[in-house]
């Protein structure tokens, strides 16, 4: 991130009320870019994420040869390098875009050259063996640095693998189907947990063929991909802030329209409704595949209750986990949540962070190496908070702030802007003070 480090200041609020609408799914504009950028023909998106990180990527899909113009407010078309990128000898810049780094490196290392993919120090510090691993097995060569980024990409051609993912994670799994769609033969990916499967859906949105066994995705290269003309579901990972940020007050009623529903990806809805909100889907349509919808979250008159997350949850609720944590203690029985160990890896390690900065707030916490307990009925303070650069430290603790004793001061507020640049302003709208 910049060296200015922006302060904001969270006042406590009233209540949480409104109707919004939100920016494009981070993870599926990742993943339109890419395939847009990669197919044959000029694709159209609109709603396209605002955040820093989408344009990482498109900003290394323009490097590689793909056209991207401007239509307006959240519209873009990519026109497509149709199957073969323009080499370079640039670096390329994933900023703080993990997903970036890791699915991109699937897509180059089908290609002939060498390409080397760097990010800012956070990214710099997250595990790249993860995509080493698959992609040597398939015949490419990639140099990392200790394990880390900078990291070089000998690409090559390729031969198909059956392959076991680690840890659960949809930007390994995207990684290998990548490569895969560019090799000849059956490339599978196996995974215990099924992870987002936003790359699945886009894949065959472009016209490629997969197919999906109880626990595993094959691809069967090489296939082309064809542009497409496609809406951007509304961010759930975003709309995540406000819902939490409801949740904590009494009878709150908020709706979200244009929302992306995907079933990997709406775990948070079951989740708030363990705790005892009450969740209406107003409206539900499908737009390639994904899943958009207007959801209403009603706040229980008696507060909320207390949830456990572990195991495939966990998992699936990844992104969500630190808001879930910074609201617990304005539950009445807190949150447990274990198996989470792949927080420590995240742009931060969040699991250290989450819990640094309740204790800050006043809140009392155990820390366990894949988790945390966070009793309930505590009431917070205002506080400093360190986001540590990581975006989603910087909202959790916001929405944490609007029902603290006393003002909060958010220390590098700016790092929202990675995923989510309108989250202060629309924070400032919804919060009746
Ligand atoms: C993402 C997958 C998750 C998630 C990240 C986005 C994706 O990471 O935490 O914010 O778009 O595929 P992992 O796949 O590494 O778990």
Redo the contacts with the bound molecule.
């Keep these: 991130m910049s060296s200015q480090s922006q302060q904001r200041l969270i006042r406590p609020a009233k209540n949480i009320s409104g109707s919004l609408r939100l920016p494009g799914d981070k993870?599926i504009s990742?993943r339109y870019a890419m395939l847009g950028a990669f197919a044959e023909g000029s694709s159209r998106f609109s709603n396209f994420s605002t955040g820093a990180d989408c344009a990482s990527t498109l900003s290394c899909m323009q490097q590689l040869g793909a056209k991207v113009t401007k239509l307006g407010p959240g519209a873009i078309e990519v026109t497509g390098v149709g199957g073969r990128v323009t080499p370079t000898t640039e670096n390329l810049d994933c900023g703080n875009s993990?997903?970036t780094m890791r699915m991109l490196s699937g897509l180059l290392a089908a290609q002939e050259g060498e390409f080397t993919l760097i990010g800012d120090a956070s990214l710099s510090r997250r595990p790249m063996g993860r995509i080493q691993k698959p992609l040597e097995e398939m015949g490419a060569r990639l140099t990392l640095t200790e394990g880390h980024a900078p990291l070089t990409i000998h690409g090559s051609r390729l031969r198909a693998i059956d392959f076991t993912t680690p840890v659960?994670?949809?930007?390994?799994k995207?990684c290998v189907l990548l490569a895969g769609l560019q090799t000849e033969g059956a490339t599978t990916v196996r995974e215990a947990i099924r992870?987002?499967d936003h790359s699945e859906l886009a894949l065959r949105a472009f016209g490629a063929e997969l197919t999906r066994g109880k626990d595993s995705i094959t691809i069967s290269g090489p296939q082309t991909l064809r542009a497409i003309e496609a809406e951007v579901p509304g961010d759930i990972s975003s709309a995540a802030f406000f819902l939490a940020a409801a949740a904590i007050f009494p009878g709150a009623s908020l709706i979200i329209d244009s929302l992306g529903l995907n079933p990997t990806r709406a775990t948070l809805l079951d989740v708030l409704g363990m705790l005892g909100a009450k969740l209406s889907v107003l409206h539900l349509d499908e737009k390639n595949s994904e899943l958009i919808g207007t959801v209403q979250l009603t706040a229980p008159a008696a507060g909320l209750g207390s949830v456990e997350i572990n195991g495939a949850l966990a998992a699936q609720l990844?992104?969500e986990l630190p808001v879930l944590a910074a609201i617990a203690p304005y539950t009445s029985g807190g949150i447990r949540i274990r198996d989470a160990k792949?927080l420590r890896v995240?742009e931060s390690d969040r699991i250290a962070l989450v819990a640094k900065n309740l204790r800050a707030m006043g809140a009392e916490v155990t820390e366990f190496e894949d988790g945390l307990d966070v009793p309930g009925n505590q009431q917070l303070h205002g506080a400093t908070i360190d986001s540590g650069h990581d975006h989603r430290i910087a909202m959790a603790f916001s929405v944490a702030a609007l029902r603290a004793s006393g003002d909060t001061l958010i220390e590098g507020a700016e790092v929202a802007a990675i995923s989510f640049p309108e989250f202060f302003d629309l924070l400032d709208q919804l919060a009746e003070r």
């Excluded at 659960?168 to 390994?172: G, K, R």
């Design positions: 993870s990742h993990g997903s659960p994670s949809a930007q390994v995207t992870t987002r990844i992104d792949e995240k």
